[in-house]
Structures are given as structure tokens and as C-alpha cells.
């Protein structure tokens, strides 16, 4: 009996050193946590690469960043307990890193082999694994649709930046034909001059007249006039306009006047922006 | 996907929320975690020029999680509505759920918040790329439900 005891003592003895030798065996083989410093710029971590090694920020700031094409797409910046690769160690058939990350002042990690997680890992309960899983499907959906939006973006400004910038127009200005009155402002004649206004917008307007016009009062830049006129809406309006360019027009016999307002009463201005105002 | 029965094992109560009933409001606080038993969500986001709907959830599909594991994080990061008809959704023991998630080690847990800290911040970048894209490119409008399998580039 007491044999049998010492027996099964011994037996026991062997199997814990037998599993005490397997435990340690098993850690042997695990790389021990490494401690790494990297410099101000210096890369951690590179798109694509084969890397299985996951990486704790101690101190510093990192960046996490994608590449597509020849730009850098900022994903976030990790500070101290941020961990990087944790997306390859979950998702095995991620083999490539799915980031790149850059120290963005001097920093220091903390570098694990994912073996001394992994057994962890497949033992951890079952709904946090799930959880964790789910978690890593919607991140990498998530980081899918900002690449994507994002050079949809880039193509756009970039699209916008090739394109000719269109003529700048400070005002709205419509094309019409209205028969007029004018006189000049420092003439006491009462003389009515016909004319025929062709664009008009809220700071000017163009006018067409009669070469012979321009006999009876100065036409010159400068000139100003007081016309009358209706709009097609039926609003009557008047205004003190002056001349800034005087073209010969296609027309023999005729002149173009290009002016700007210089008194535009309230009324009228209201009148006019009615009748400007894109249909 | 249809619901596990590992994780029904966690379900300690059944809640049934009728069309566009609101389950969680962005911005409130709250805990509880869910999965959805039987029908769908969609999960919607607040920016500077509306809404944006980020996903649909269905059947299997767990939510709330992040204010439970994540911790500092207090109040929910965005909202889930039910959508296409009523969802019965089962309400998981949170009890249960930090207990078992007090069982990994430091390591593990730094890497699940770091992954569920990650997820919080990409998508906030996409809700600003969202917002971008509909004002420059106009590929999307901000109530459309974004891709689920978007090309990979």
C-alpha cells in the first residue's frame, strides 16, 4: 500500500515538472516583449508589409496613416496605450499590415509577439471574441469607405483645379432690347434722345443710339445722361447713368455706350432686380 | 447572419421596438448592449449638415457595446433606429458581459479598446467625408445608407 502511495506521488511529481517544463518550454519560445525607440519621423509600421508583431505606445504620439497612390491618407494618432497591429492579430487572413504608422515625436513601444496572446485568444469567451470580430469587420469597412470618399474628394478638387475659372462677373446682367428716352443731366435743353438699351444688369447697362446724337451733346466717357424706360413687366423707371466706353457699333450710323448707374433711386433699383432675377 | 446561440445565451431580456422607433439616441447615456433577434437597424450619426446613415444592422448583429468596453466613454457615439418594420432585439446581462471581459489580460484589453477606440475615429472621418463628398462630388446624399462592400482601393 504504501508503496502504491509513493507510486502515484512520484507519478504526480513528474506530471507537474513534466507540465511546469512544458509551460516554460511553450514561453521560450515566445519572444519576450521588446522595448523600441524610434526617432521623430521615423516609420513604424509600413502599409503592406508582412508583419505579425503587435506594438503598445508607451510615450510619444503616433500616426496611423494610409497610402494611396502618392498621398497620405491621416487615419488617427495614437498617444500612450494606443496599439497598433492589433487588426492583423484578429484577422488572420490579414497578412499585410493594414496601416502604415509613423512616429510623430520620439517615442517608445512596447512590441509583443501575438503568440503570447493567441492561446489567450481562442480561450477568451466566446461573445467578446464575437464582439471583437464584428468590431474589426466594421473597421475595415469603415477605413474601405474613407479611402474611397476621400479620393472621390481629391478627384473633384483636383477635376475643379484643371478647369478654366470661369469669366468674373460681379453682376447678374440680362440681355434685352427696351427703347428709351434720354438727356443729358447738365443740359438745360429738354431735348428727348431715343435709344435702345441692350443688357442691363444692377450696375449698368449698354445703349444703343444714333451716330447723329452724339452731334447735339457730348457722348465721351464721362458724359451723363438721364434715361427713361419700361421694363417688359410694364415698371416704368428712370435713372442717371454715365458713360465709361463708347464703341463704334457693327451698325454704320450707330455707337455703343457702355454705363454704369450713377443715381438709381430705390424704387427703381427694387424694379430692376424684380425683373433681373433669374426665371 | 442569424443570431448565435452562444450569444443568446446572454440575452436576460427581449425588447420589441416598432418601425423608426429610436433604441439609442446619439449623445444620451446609457449601457445596455443588445443584439438583434429578429429584424433590422440602421445606425445614424449627426454632422455639421445632417444626418448620416453609416449601416443596417440585421439579425445576430450586437450593439452598445462600445460604452461598456470602452472605458471613459460615457455616452453613446451614435444612434440605432429600427428600421423596415419592428425589431425584437435582446437586451444582453451586462453583468455577465464585464465580468467576462475583466477575465483578459491587460494585454488583450488594451488591443479590444484600441480597436473599438479605432472604429469611433474612422468613423467620424467618414462622416466628414461623407459631408465633403456631398457638397464637392455629389456621389452621395447624406440620408443614403453608405456601401456595405465598397471597393477596396
Known sequence: MFCILIALYIISKDRKEQQTMNTMNDKEKIPPVKFLHYKKGDLIVKQGDYGISIYKVIKGKVQIFNESGDKEIDINTLGPGGVIG?????????????????????????????????????????????????????????????????????????????????????????????????????????????????????????????????????????????IETVLPNGKKIDFTAKIISVIDDRTPGKLFLGMVFDELADGARKSLGFFLMPT | MTIDGLVYGYVANEETYPDKAVIIEEGSKGDWVYVILKGSAKVRKRTRKGVVTLDTLSEGDIFGEMVLLETGQELRSA??????????????????????????????????????????ETTDSVCNAVVENAERVHSLKLDQVLPSEPDKT
Open chain 1, 86 to 226: 492589433e487588426m492583423n492579430f484578429l484577422d488572420r487572413a490579414l497578412e499585410a499590415r493594414f496601416s502604415s504608422a509613423r512616429a510623430l515625436e520620439d517615442s517608445e513601444l512596447e512590441a509583443w509577439h501575438p503568440a503570447g496572446l493567441a492561446d489567450e485568444y481562442e480561450q477568451m469567451p466566446y461573445i467578446i471574441r464575437h464582439i471583437a470580430n464584428q468590431t474589426l469587420k466594421r473597421l475595415i469597412r469603415m477605413n474601405n469607405l474613407t479611402a474611397q470618399l476621400t479620393d472621390q474628394v481629391e478627384e473633384a478638387k483636383k477635376a475643379a483645379q484643371e478647369e478654366p475659372a470661369p469669366a468674373r462677373r460681379n453682376f447678374y446682367r440680362k440681355g434685352v432690347i427696351l427703347d428709351c428716352v434720354y438727356r443729358p443731366v447738365d443740359s438745360p435743353s429738354k431735348a428727348r434722345l431715343e435709344g435702345l438699351i441692350k443688357d442691363i444688369s444692377l450696375s449698368g447697362m449698354g445703349l444703343d443710339i444714333r451716330t447723329k446724337n452724339a452731334l447735339k451733346f457730348s457722348h465721351k466717357p464721362g458724359a451723363k445722361f438721364h
Open chain 2, 79 to 120: 444612434s440605432v433606429v429600427a428600421a423596415d418594420g419592428p425589431v425584437r432585439l435582446g437586451v444582453l446581462d451586462s453583468e455577465r458581459l464585464v465580468k467576462d471581459y475583466g477575465t483578459l489580460s491587460s494585454q488583450l484589453r488594451a488591443l479590444m479598446r484600441s480597436l473599438i477606440r479605432r472604429l469611433k
